[in-house]
């Protein structure tokens, strides 16, 4: 929350697009003085201080597909144009129901979801560690789903990780250092995958007076 007061600490890391799970209203967001300004962002929520925000500090322009579906809310198909190459971005904050929101996604909106030009990115609230508490909608099928479609965690690539035993967490639940857990990820298709060069994942020290998470930062050699 409150990403108008945060922005300085992450910016330094000169993201191209920067995800922001519970941000607060446009109307709301007056940054700094010194702090850069986004060259382009849309903001999603029904609550104005909680929403979700994607920020363009380069190039790209991202605009919200027409074929969003409200009910299934924070989780955004995007447009983004004016890079290297256009993709289709889904941007994601797994509110309510956390991976079955996820699985509605998936399914709503197969027909975007392809083997190219297709990024899921964001704050997915789950994990494999939970399959038991799910019936058929779990974080390991929704994995192989988008395997399917030549789409893989970049994290879990870079690392030569298993889902379920990443090293790194993204979470610190309560930001107790003590109950650490890995949920936030970005799946790319292979032409992303085949450009990736460097996964890092914010460690706690540097951010838990910020935050409960830490920073999941992508760079493709684009």
Known sequence: MAFRKKAEYILPFEPDILIVPECEHPDKLIFPSGVKQPND???????EHKGLGVFSYSDYKVRLLEVHDPEIKTILPISVTGGSFDFTMFAIWAGQGYIRQVWKALHSYEQLIDSKNTMLIGDFNSNTIWDKKHSNQTHSGMVEELKVKGIVSAYHHHHQME????????LSMFRHRDKPYHIDYCFASSD???RLAEVEVGVYDDWHKYSDHTPLIITFDL
């Open 163 to 170: 889902q379920g035993k990443e090293s790194h967490p993204t």
């Open 41 to 47: 962002f849309l903001w999603y929520g029904v609550n």
């Open 192 to 194: 992303f995958i085949d």
